[in-house]
Each structure stands twice: as C-alpha cells, then as structure tokens.
C-alpha cells in the first residue's frame, strides 16, 4: 500500500505547542523500530494485516500520528491495537503519550470542511479529530433495526432546543453509533453554525482529563468542555472501570444538562448494562432518550450495498450485492470490508466483478460461513488450540481456562452451525439456552476489546472453515 498525505490536513496543521520536528527518514526510522517491537509482541500474522499498512505522520505534542487510507486498518488498530502500540511507542520515547491513527483521505475527494472553528478550546489544535464527511444523514440508510436511533439523532441535530439529555445511542460493533454521532454534529453544523461543539471518543476525553492533572491545568481543561453547545463523546463503555475519569465526566456532564446544553453519548451497552460505571451515573445517563440500535436486517445491509455502489466508480451488478447481503451477516463494518476487497479486485485487475468472482474473492470469509461444521468439530479444535481435553467442554468445570475455551466454542457453534441455543446448550452437557446466550454476549464483548481474545477466535474460525481437525 502507497502512503498517500492528505494534503491539506498537512496544510492547515497548526504548529504551535508543538515540540518535535523530525525529518522524515527520522521518523520512519522511528516507527520501525516501534512496528518490529510490535511484531514481537503480537505476532507476524496480526503484525500483518494490521500495523504494517500503518505509517508514522508525525509525532506532536506527545501523540504519535499514524496514517491509513483503509477504514478498517483504523477501526481495528483502535479496537485492539492501540494499547500495546502506545506501550512499545514509550517506552522508546518517553515523549509520546498518546497514538492517533489518521484516516488519509483519498486525494480525489473534496477536503473536508474543518470541524475546529467552532470549537477551537476543543479541537482547534487536532485536526484529525474532524470529522468525516462521509457520515452524515444523508449517507445513513434507514431500516426497522436503526429507526429509532436514526429519528431521535435526527430530531436532536435539528432542534433549536435541547430535546432529549443526553441522548444516549447504544448497540453493538460496526452498527454505525459513530457513524450517527457524526451526522447530528455535521447537520447541526449547518443549521446553527454559531453553535460550539465537540465530538470526542471516551478514551480522548479519558487522556485529556489525564494530561490536565499532570500539567496541573484542570482549570481549562474544564473550561473546554463546558463552554460547548453540545458535547458528543463516543464509547463511554471505555472509561467505565476507570474511576477517577469517570466521576470527572460526571461533573462535566451534570454542568452541562444543568445549563440546558446538549450532550450526546453513544457505548455498546445501555446504561444500565455498564458495569463498572457508577450507579448514579447509569441513572443519570438514562434520563434523557436511550435509543438502542439492532443488527441490520437484509435490506439495511442491502441499501447500504447499493449506496457504496452508487459511489464507488466501478459497476456492480446487483446480484452481487444481494450476495453479499445474504452472505455476510455479522456486521456493517464486515459488509464495507468485504465490498472493498471485491472493488478493489476489479481495480487492481481491470476484472469484471461478478458473484463468481465475489465469491473467490471472499472465499476465506464465505467458506467460515458455509462450511458445514458440525458443534463436535468446534470443540475438538478449540479444545485442542487451548490444550484442555474435549471433555471439559461438557463438563461444569468452572476455572477460567476451561470456561473461557468453552465460551469461545459456544460462540463458535452459534456463529458457525444454524443451531439454537437450547440445541447448542444440549450439546455442551445439557446447559441451559441463557448460560450460551450469556457466553456468546460474553465473547463479542471481549472481542472488542480484547485483541488476543479476537486473534484466537479469528484463527479457529479460518481452522474450522478449511476442514475438521
Ligand atoms: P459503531 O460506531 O457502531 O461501531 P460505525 O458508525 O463506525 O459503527 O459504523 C461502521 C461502518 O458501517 C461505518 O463505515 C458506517 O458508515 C457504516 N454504517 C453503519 N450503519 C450504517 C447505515 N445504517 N447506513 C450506512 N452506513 C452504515
Ligand atoms: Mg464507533
């Protein structure tokens, strides 16, 4: 992959506060050796497909920029990545405390109008932290699992006064929350462009907040955040079992409700389901509207399809998209990854894209998914891959590292066969349908956060698919 600058981001950088200048082979120097630290640690495959297509942007202001012109190098490098890179990053240079990973734009399209003028406390000196102008309402396709989420982001975008506070939007990965959170901050952009607002994902809020007390700058980091019209933080989840930030954004949060201004919230859970927060915090989050957001059915995933095709330059045949739309299933982000491969298949090649070449394209994703497995091979290889004996996937043994490898195969029997959970539950010893139910919310869960967790699950579900153990 080409590093491509998203040239009039580089433009408009602001310099000031800034104290590193390295020159390019410096910093390219600089994160090879950060890139082979991280292939140590989390190994060539992973190293691979995710830190590899990153390159150093800059480093400023203590945060190492790293730049990606593919969404979901970004997406899963934030997800699970993130921690480690920023491990390995300090401890080679004391300097740098945080990591951003930039979306280099694709130079062919307009710049994206600056988010930071109206709130320059907040965002004024990042601008990669604008926002994208791909999500916006216009680009969000409506369906029965979003409507809720969709109307109630649309009526707090276009109201002159605060409706619902905080609005807060929840559902799983790749979903589109964020995608949401943009479009209320892009509308009401347009509409009162007066107003001040900041959009900021929990874990930013979380490394300003920390930054504040070590320079002992409390003062304004208060003042940023409570001079906006509308305060937008995404993933709250993260700073859930972090309680000093918590209750920060707590104070934060009340002086804004108070005071009549907008807060918008968006996490994977609803607020009652945030454990590790506060009580009455999660009582307080749940005042305003909670609007949670499915799975996307058929026809989401299927006008989705059709919007990237619109705006993609090369011809699709709608066969293709209806296969994609019955194939995969699991999430929006998945959907777009797995389009881009076939689009970009036909750019590489100049081939014409059909469901034959769809499907060749896709086959490791489309062989997990067709693939008869049976639940018996499941456990077999995910017993084998932790080293625990088959028959521990029956049994009622409770110790983390024999119920954790029967979670991540009950995840796999759900997602791999068309069992139902009491089907599944009869097969791992006569469990009942809530303890799978439970277990495959549980391994989702860790997924996203956890990225060795999600490395182990991906790995036994490309075993699984080329054959039973
Ligand atoms: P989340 O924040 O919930 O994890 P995102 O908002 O990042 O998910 O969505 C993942 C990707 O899927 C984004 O590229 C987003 O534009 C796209 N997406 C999700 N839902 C929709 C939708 N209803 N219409 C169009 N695109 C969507
Ligand atoms: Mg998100």
Redesign the pocket.
Known sequence: MTYRDEPNLQKSSPQQGTAATESQPELAAFWKQVSERMRADIGEAAWRSWIRPLHIRAIEAGELQLSTDN?LTR?RVNAGYIDRLRIHAHSLRADIERIDVVLANNPQREPPPRFTENAPAVTGTRPAHGLDP??TFA????GKP?ELAFAAARRVAESDSTVYNPLFLY?G????????MHAIAWEMRARYPQRKIAYLSAETFMYRFVNALRHQDMMSFKEQFRSVDMLMI?DVQFIADKESTQEEFFHTFNALVEDGRQVVL?ADKSPTDLLGMEERLRSRLGWGLVAD?HP?NYE?RLG?LQ?RADNCGVAVPDKVLEFLAHQITTN??EL?GAFTRIVAGANLFGREITVESARETLSDLLRAANRSVSIEDIQKRVASHFSIRTADMFSARRARQISRPRQIAMYLAKNLTASSYPEIGRQFGGRDHTTIMHAVRTIEDLMTRDSHLADDVQLLRSLLADGPA
Do not use: M, P, W
Request: no cysteine; proline share 0%; hydrophobic share 45%.
């Open positions: 969404r997406e791909r999500l680009n969000f396709v409506v979003n559902g990965v790749g979903l589109g929350k964020t995608h949401l995404d968006s957001i996307a989401v989705i919007s929006i982000r777009e």
